[in-house]
């Protein structure tokens, strides 16, 4: 074969034992070889570009097929499956199926449960299991993973158990694990996991501090995102990143849509005549753009943080004895003993799902008057705890 010295009408080169090389439209050459498969079909195969592929290459990649078609394999299908596995073990590395399990629930999750499930795959089961394969992985790793969560977080080990067994059975059916490999958790495994309740001021005494802990924190923004969560018992998450088009201070009603719900639905949440009052006074302060509480100082996001406000909290003395998600137990408690409201009416406001419900475009149930004026009763009742 005379490359060097080949003219384009001389194409293709022929070198033998099925092995040539051609001449593309686009001037590139390209290896190619002839063969016959086990099927008696005849077939193609590339072989690479010159002069990436050098002839030498192209000839050992040649008699490479032509011993695996001795062996009665076809070349192309054997790469082809070389090409998957390779793929199949790339996928099946756990960081990526972990990462891929995480973009598939994405659509189907409320934005505050994806990002705790987030929290808990990135914080803690891949840093465990970076270097693990989802097709072998063992109970023995498995659980050792969990407990490695549970010694450092007891609250998130059963969230990040009922994770790790999702993101195995994802790989059973995406193929990257063998079907019924399932994962056989210790029972110790999942009776070691803490199950207390999210820290909430439930007495009278407890609900003072948290009001007077609240009114005193220096940061106007963060104060605000805290006196809403407190007036309206919505969740943190929900409350942080509250745009100023969900807000209608005229008439009171903060509407959110369902994407930003847990429950997939919509919901009203009456607004106070307090927390009207200091959502007038936030619009000088974010210049009404975008969101209501706009990020602070080395924030990544573009409203505030969540976390800034259980960090807040914290910061107040209130660790261990009210948590920012704790507004919602405090209503729940405080407002039936305290105030004799409905609990009818606070499990409406709180918008925790109702089995067999039809979804609505709004949850305008027959307690939208009832809400409101609990909520104002609520409102009244914490300003008088300062």
Known sequence: MHIRNAKPGDYPLYDGQGLYLVRTAAGSLRWRLKYTRPDGRENRMALGALPEVSLAAARKARDAARELLRQGIDPVAHARERKLEARR??????????????AKKRSNWAPETYRKAKYIVEAYLTPALRKT?????????????????????????????????GIVEDAIHDGLRNDGQRILFRPQARTREAKGHIPAATSLKEVRAVVQAIRTYPNPVVRAALELSMYTAMRPGVVASVPWEELDLESG??????ERMKTRHAHIVPLPRQ??????ALEP????????????ARQKTPHLNRDTLSAALRAQG???THATHG??????????????????????????????EVAQAYDRTRFDE?????????????????
Do not use: C, Y
């Not at 992985?137 to 790790?164: T, Y």
């Not at 408690?333 to 067999?356: F, M, N, S, W």
């Open 89 to 102: 073990i790339s996928e099946a590395n756990f960081p990526a199926a972990a990462a891929a399990w995480l």
């Open 133 to 165: 394969s989802v097709a072998t992985l063992g109970s023995r790793e498995a659980n050792a993973a969990i407990d490695a969560v549970i010694a450092k977080a007891p609250a998130l080990g059963r969230k990040a158990r009922q994770h790790l067994a």
């Open 253 to 258: 009603e903060w509407l959110v849509p369902a």
């Open 275 to 280: 927390a009207v009052a200091l959502l007038r």
């Open 285 to 296: 302060l974010s210049g009404r753009q975008t969101f209501v509480f706009p990020a602070q």
């Open 318 to 320: 209130l660790r261990g």
């Open 327 to 356: 507004f919602r137990g405090m209503l729940r408690t405080v407002a039936r003993e305290r105030l004799g409201i409905d609990p009818d009416v606070l499990e409406a406001q709180l918008a925790h799902a109702k089995k067999g």
């Open 370 to 386: 009832e809400r409101r004026d609990a909520m104002q009763r609520w409102a009244d009742f914490l300003d008088a705890q300062e």
